[in-house]
């Protein structure tokens, strides 16, 4: 059942005409093995794209992006695990991985980002 409404899902997606052709097009998803951009990344590897997802766990993350491959054939879906967003450095390695392996980066989704809390005075408004 799952499946199915997965499967109905893209193709709705396929059928819509501002779908621009993502055939060589790279996405790079942050909590990309995750419930939202599992599913997410798994229509725009259908349609034409790799993928590079990244997590923090390496058992699930490689997992989840092997699964995602399978939407269609040759696709290419690399799974980097031991990458927390809160370290900006183990990020940048994963984007040169990604970049590396798959040879750009062109799109950035994510499920997780680093939020940093402050102060409301210290927030920039604008007046506009
Ligand atoms: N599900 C909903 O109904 C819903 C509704 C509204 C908003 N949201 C929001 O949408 C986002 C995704 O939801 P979801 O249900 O797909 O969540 P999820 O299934 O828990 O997936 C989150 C993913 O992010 C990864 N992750 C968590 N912390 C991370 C970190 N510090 N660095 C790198 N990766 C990290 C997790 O993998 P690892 O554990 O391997 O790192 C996991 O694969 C969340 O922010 C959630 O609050 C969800």
Request: hydrophobic residues 40%; glycine residues 8%.
């Given at each position: 059942m799952a499946y199915s409404v997965r499967s109905q899902s893209v193709q709705h997606l396929k059928s819509?005409?501002?779908?621009?052709?993502?055939?060589?097009k790279v996405v790079f998803c942050t909590g990309g093995a995750g419930t939202i951009c599992s599913a997410q990344v798994r229509a725009l590897v259908y349609l034409g794209a790799d993928a590079c997802i990244v997590g923090r766990n390496v058992q699930k993350t490689e997992d989840m992006a092997k699964d995602i491959a399978t939407a269609r054939k040759g696709a290419k879906v690399i799974g980097i695990g031991s990458i927390d967003v809160r370290e900006v450095e183990s990020l940048q390695k994963a984007v040169e991985r990604c970049v590396k392996e798959l040879g750009s980066l062109d799109f950035v989704m994510y499920a997780m980002v680093q939020t940093r809390l402050r102060p409301l005075e210290d927030t920039y408004m604008s007046e506009n």
């Amino acid at each position: 059942m799952a499946y199915s409404v997965r499967s109905q899902s893209v193709q709705h997606l396929k059928s819509r005409s501002n779908v621009s052709d993502l055939a060589n097009k790279v996405v790079f998803c942050t909590g990309g093995a995750g419930t939202i951009c599992s599913a997410q990344v798994r229509a725009l590897v259908y349609l034409g794209a790799d993928a590079c997802i990244v997590g923090r766990n390496v058992q699930k993350t490689e997992d989840m992006a092997k699964d995602i491959a399978t939407a269609r054939k040759g696709a290419k879906v690399i799974g980097i695990g031991s990458i927390d967003v809160r370290e900006v450095e183990s990020l940048q390695k994963a984007v040169e991985r990604c970049v590396k392996e798959l040879g750009s980066l062109d799109f950035v989704m994510y499920a997780m980002v680093q939020t940093r809390l402050r102060p409301l005075e210290d927030t920039y408004m604008s007046e506009n």
